[in-house]
């Protein structure tokens, strides 16, 4: 079945490192793919997302590239900050059996010091 | 808010009680998903509506395990007998685009 694999937490940076995460898939479709985050005491939400080969999705200065060669989607970021901190999951909805439903990866822990 | 709101926050049980855990969407999104996350896991997919009907229930891991939309907006999921493996935060979640769910903050489940 299709599954989301993300590298193990959790990561420890300091402020305005460099910040790669990362996560492969597998599926037997065509699926999108994306990166949700968990802040400490919310709810998680939609950080970026990819629907095809080769794009790119960024938000808030993370940028992933939808790499289906390498069934790769690594988050990436310049310049983390201390905000940035919190869990990052990567999850992939597979298009091709209509359904509505993501996959999610375990989650990565990202803390970010000052 | 116009957020997902989950009910109760925080419950305790017994093992063998039942329970039920109530989600109320954000307002006209027709797709509703319920999963379940155990510490240090991501989210694992349990049930997932389309409107009223279910249209994904195959990551309910047993019968004990149910959910209703009876009106197309607030859902219930309802677990019988439980055990102290149902221990986890239920998470709730509504779209109107396929993957990208807005999710609450979800229900912590302790199984005693």
């Known amino acids: 079945g299709d599954s989301v694999t993300q590298m193990e937490g959790p990561v420890t940076l300091s402020e305005e490192a460099f910040l790669t995460i990362n996560c492969t898939y597998t599926a037997t479709g065509y699926p999108s793919l994306f990166w949700y985050v968990q802040y400490p005491g919310e709810g998680l939400q939609l950080l970026l997302k990819?629907?095809?080969?080769?794009d790119k999705g960024s938000n808030k200065g993370f940028e992933a590239t939808y790499r289906k060669e390498t069934t790769s989607f690594h988050l990436e970021k310049g310049s983390v900050q201390v905000s940035d901190s919190a869990v990052y999951f990567c999850?992939?909805?597979?298009?091709?059996?209509?359904?509505?439903?993501?996959?999610f990866g375990q989650g990565t822990e990202l803390s970010v010091k000052p | 808010g116009a957020g997902v709101s989950q009910t109760p926050s925080n419950k305790v049980t017994e093992k063998g009680k039942y329970v039920e855990l109530r989600c109320d969407p954000i307002s006209g999104h027709t797709a509703l998903y319920w999963y379940r996350q155990s510490l240090g896991q991501g989210p694992e997919f349990l049930i997932y509506f389309q409107g009223t009907g279910a249209a994904d229930d195959s990551g309910l891991p047993n019968d004990r395990f149910f959910a209703v939309r009876p009106e197309g907006s607030v859902s219930t999921l309802k677990i019988q007998r439980t055990e102290r493996g149902d221990s986890a935060v239920y998470l709730c979640a509504s779209s109107l685009t396929v993957g990208e769910l807005f999710f609450g903050e979800g229900s912590r489940l302790t199984v005693l």
């Open positions: 990819a629907t095809k080969a080769d």
């Open positions: 999850a992939l909805s597979d298009n091709y059996n209509q359904g509505g439903k993501l996959i």
